[in-house]
């Protein structure tokens, strides 16, 4: 059984960082894009997206236009930990932040990845 569990998420000013973490275990699946991980973020009324994508070994790396230069993705496999650190943060990046890996039922693609397996998501709030 795959489990992911965010943390690291808060209230913050603009300008500001914050570090997520995302802890996982249970994971089998050997498919298309076997151990990528990712984060996206979701707001109310709006569609899921994702924000950057890693590769099993954490030599590939993906970033969406919005937080390209802000928001860096690593991973620690000894640990089975993905990370998201996020500096200057701005308003427009308050959400609820999510970890995925590929595999599981459904999904949402992301840089030619399919994401089944979610994490219940850390709330990241960003102050004016």
């Known amino acids: 059984q795959v489990q992911l569990v965010e943390s690291g998420g808060g209230s913050v000013q603009a300008g500001g960082s914050l570090r997520l973490s995302c802890e996982y275990s249970?994971?089998?699946?050997?498919?298309?894009?076997?151990?990528?991980m990712a984060w996206f973020r979701e707001v109310p009324g709006k569609e899921r997206e994702g924000v950057a994508l890693i590769s099993q070994s954490g030599s590939s790396v993906y970033y969406n236009d919005f937080v390209k230069g802000r928001f860096t993705i690593s991973r620690d496999t000894a640990k089975n930990t993905l990370y998201l650190q996020m500096d200057t943060l701005k308003a427009a990046d308050t959400a609820m932040y999510y970890c995925?890996?590929?595999?599981?039922?459904?999904?949402?693609?992301?840089?030619?990845?399919?994401?089944?397996?979610w994490g219940q998501g850390t709330q990241v709030t960003v102050s004016s």
């Open positions: 995925a890996v590929t595999g599981g039922p459904g999904g949402t693609w992301f840089g030619g990845c399919r994401f089944g397996y």
């Open positions: 249970g994971y089998t699946y050997t498919n298309n894009c076997m151990g990528w």
